[in-house]
Structure formats: structure tokens, C-alpha cells
């Protein structure tokens, strides 16, 4: 064949390998073909079939609950197939559709498709893309998001995390013909465990700056994610110190590569020592302008309904919390409402739930004219956002938009601080040991929950 074909059927290979089955009634789905749970690259359950006469999802699913059979399912499959399975939200009302697996949001894009490719080909030439580096961790990436540095220091931290920095056994593994030694000490391969913490220059400056015993501590991790969750267990200020010793490292490091006069120690510490203390004045500003601005709730228009919805999750155990609470345009509570949830998969499920939760009070009060506000970032894009959602949510996200069209006239999503969500949140809390079936207020709110209110309302002092 020729070098044209062989690509598009290497590519439709590839885009095999990356799809994935969100399930929605689970009648399209088979069971032990089909990749359909999240588990690594398989996306396969790893229960063997037996003697099971049962094919599809659909199968899996209780009729008159319209949720997962939980007795079928645990009896079924492996315990680690039946609690990912019994994690995975679903909507009879809708259809299975394809996804991405590669990307969150379930979309496809050329860069994931490399990524994927680059993956594929390294683990059947028996090699990984890092040095001895951790894939698939549970990493909570909005850390680095809300380090209190310049964005360029984000991206390099974000860059570091997925090990994308240009060092040069990465150059190397891409088929670039480089001499891969490190440009500042020219007697190991470069890697960015060497280049951070081993290379003989970079241990002076370590030393310099009396945190010999945090590089040690580093250097013992074999990831990078892992060096960033050890950083992340450090006071504010030792994180930022040493996320911008290895960022001016790495800067001192490019000028080098690039040609330019090498630093020496000295001069690397000085240049940290700058920015630090820019660092320290730009932060204590920051404090001064935002103490007495903080953000606080809001009353709705006149005829305009205000919904607010929190989620609370416990990570182990899958088990979650959810609240809401409903208020008119003077701040009074109309209603409110706790309870918890098992099996779900992560925060921004329990924070999807009680969206739900909330705007299913609202329709059966025959409310028309909303506004739902959640501190949850990712739902109140993702709702937001037209189309369908490919995300592991999809099928629950596409559940409250379509509550939304049908059932209101007039629904704004809003992304607020978590300043502004405290009732949702204390309920939320409160849901986590509703374990006896949900709480449900409507009209006669209880006293607890109207002192709660009582704080949001205009012109209550904080």
C-alpha cells in the first residue's frame, strides 16, 4: 500500500483506540465488547463472561428505578468493574453515544490524537514518554490554576506536571538526532529529575538557598505530578518559593542552551531572590485591596427566582452530599433541600446532582424564571455550553438541560465564589449524613436554614 493509505488506516486505528461509550439507555452498548467504563486504555471490563447470558447495558439497568441494578451488577462483574460501572451516571431517555476518550471533555482533537499516538508507539517499542513517569494519577490540576504566580510560571508548572518541558531525552523520544547531555553541567542525559534536582550545578543552588533537605525530599519522587503533590503539602509561601527557584532554573537553563553566557550559582539565586520578592509585595497588595471586597450574595429581579446548589464529595468511599436552596427577590428562602448520593465519581458529579436536585424543586414549585448559581467552574460552563456534552457527565449534564428548556421560560447559569454559595454549601455538608433519604422544605423552612439565609440577605453586616 502506499505511505498515504497506510496513514489513514494507522489513523482510523487510532481513533478507534481513543473512543469510548457514554451510556445512556444502554441499549447500544455490549457489555463485554464494547469499551464503556473508565479503566486506562482497555476501557473494557475485566470480568470474564462465564456462563452470563447478558449482553447489553441495558440489561444492567432497573426498569422501574431507571438506575443501575446494584444487586445484578455486583453479582455480575468483579467488585472493581461493579463500582465503576455503578459510578457512571446514565438517562434512559437518551441515546449511547461515541466519545474521546483521551480528552475530558470527550472531544476530539489533533493534539490528544498525538498524544495518544505517541503513547501507543513508545509502549510497543517498550518504552514510556517519561522518565520512569507516573501516568493516570489522580491529580487535582486546578492546584496549579490557583498558585498566586504569573501566568508563564503556570504553563511552566502545568508543562512540568505533563512532562512536556523541552528538556532533551524528550526532544530525543520525539526522533530528533541531539547530543542529549545537560547544557549546564554536560555529564548526564537530560531529563527534568536531573536537570532540577541531580545535576551537579543545581544542587549548589539548592544548597545556597538552605533547602537541601526539600530537594532530597523531591528527588526521591518518581513523577512529575507526585514532586507537584509533595509541593502542594508545603505553606504557601515554600511552594511558591520552590516552584520559582526551578522556573528561574529553567530560564537560566534555555539562555544557556540557546547559546548565551552560563550563570553561575550565585547569579541564579540572586535572580530568584528578585522575584520572590516581588512575589511577596505583589501578594501582600493583592491582600490589602481584596480584604474588604469580598464577595457576597445577591438578590434576583423581581419575579426571578435564585437557585443555589453545592455538592460535597468524600473521595475512597464515592460517597457524596448535595444542597440546594430557593429564594425570591427579597432574599426569603421559598425552599431547600439536603440529601446524599452513593457511587458517584467525583466532585463535580455531586456538584451536577444537586444542579439537578435544585432545578427539579424549582419545576415542581412551576417556577418559570430562574437563575442557578453553583460554585462549580466546570458545570457552569459545561451547562452553558451548547451541544452535546461528551464528558463522563454527559448524560446527567444533558438530563438538566433538558429540564431547563422544558421547564423554564427564562434559565441564566452563573458561576459564583464559593463566598457567595455558603447556605448551598453547609447543606451540602448536612446532605453527606442524610442517610435515611433526602431533606425537603418547601414553605415552611426550618429555623436553622432561615438563620443561614438570614446572612446573605443586603445589608447584614459580615
Excluded at 117 to 128: M, V, Y
Amino acid at each position: 500500500m502506499s505511505y498515504t493509505w497506510r496513514s489513514i488506516l494507522k489513523g482510523l486505528q487510532l481513533l478507534k483506540d481513543g473512543l469510548i461509550w457514554r451510556v445512556g439507555n444502554g441499549k447500544t452498548i455490549n457489555i463485554w465488547k464494547n469499551p464503556w467504563i473508565l479503566r486506562g486504555d482497555t476501557r473494557r471490563v475485566i470480568t470474564p463472561k462465564g456462563a452470563s447470558i447478558l449482553q447489553k447495558v441495558e440489561e444492567l439497568i432497573n426498569p422501574v428505578t431507571e438506575d443501575w441494578d446494584e444487586r445484578l451488577v455486583r453479582d455480575t462483574f468483579y467488585e472493581e468493574d461493579a463500582n465503576i460501572i455503578l459510578s457512571l451516571p446514565i438517562s434512559v431517555e437518551t441515546e449511547d453515544f461515541l466519545a474521546w476518550h483521551p480528552d475530558p471533555n470527550g472531544k476530539f482533537s489533533v493534539k490528544s490524537a498525538y498524544v495518544l499516538g505517541t503513547k501507543r508507539r513508545d509502549h510497543q517499542n517498550s518504552r514510556d514518554t517519561s522518565t520512569s513517569y507516573a501516568e493516570g494519577r489522580d491529580f487535582d490540576w486546578s492546584k496549579i490554576w490557583k498558585l498566586n504566580v504569573q501566568n508563564k510560571i503556570k504553563m511552566f508548572v502545568w508543562r512540568m506536571a505533563h512532562n512536556a518541558l523541552q528538556v532533551k531525552l524528550n526532544i530525543a523520544r520525539r526522533g530528533v538526532d541531539l547530543d542529549t547531555r545537560c547544557p549546564m553541567c554536560l555529564r548526564s542525559d537530560e531529563d527534568s529529575g536531573h536537570l532540577f534536582f541531580k545535576c551537579k550545578a543545581v544542587k549548589l543552588c539548592w544548597r545556597l538557598l538552605n533547602m537541601e533537605d526539600i530537594r532530597i525530599m523531591l528527588m526521591a519522587e518518581n513523577s512529575p505530578k507526585t514532586v507537584l503533590e509533595k509541593i502542594w503539602g508545603f505553606n504557601t509561601d515554600n511552594q511558591c518559593k520552590i516552584i520559582l527557584f526551578m522556573w528561574c532554573w529553567w530560564s537560566a537553563r534555555n539562555k544557556t542552551n540557546s547559546g548565551e553566557r552560563k550563570k553561575s550559582a550565585h547569579e541564579v539565586v540572586n535572580d530568584f531572590y528578585f522575584h520572590f520578592q516581588v512575589w511577596r509585595d505583589t501578594t501582600h497588595t493583592r491582600k490589602t485591596l481584596t480584604s474588604n471586597s469580598k464577595p457576597k450574595w445577591k438578590v434576583p429581579p423581581e419575579d426571578v427566582y435564585k437557585i443555589n446548589c453545592d455538592g460535597a464529595f468524600i473521595p475512597g468511599i464515592n460517597k457524596a452530599g448535595w444542597g440546594f436552596v430557593i429564594r425570591d427577590h427579597t432574599g426569603m428562602a421559598i425552599a431547600a433541600g439536603a440529601g446524599s448520593a452513593n457511587f458517584l465519581m467525583s466532585a463535580q458529579h455531586a456538584e451536577a446532582v444537586a444542579c439537578l436536585k435544585g432545578m427539579e424543586c424549582a419545576a415542581g414549585l412551576r417556577m418559570r424564571r430562574i437563575i442557578l448559581e453553583t460554585d462549580a467552574a466546570f458545570v457552569a460552563k459545561a451547562l452553558s455550553a451548547p451541544g452535546v456534552d461528551r464528558s463522563i457527565l454527559g448524560t446527567l449534564l444533558g438530563d438538566i438541560k433538558a429540564l431547563m428548556y422544558e421547564e423554564f421560560s427564562e434559565c441564566i447559569i452563573s458561576h459564583v465564589s464559593r463566598d457567595c454559595n455558603i447556605v448551598a454549601d453547609t447543606l451540602a455538608a448536612m446532605g453527606l449524613n442524610c442517610t435515611n433519604g433526602p431533606l425537603l422544605w418547601q414553605g415552611c423552612i426550618p429555623d436553622f436554614v432561615t438563620l443561614l439565609v438570614s446572612g446573605d440577605k443586603p445589608g447584614t453586616p459580615d
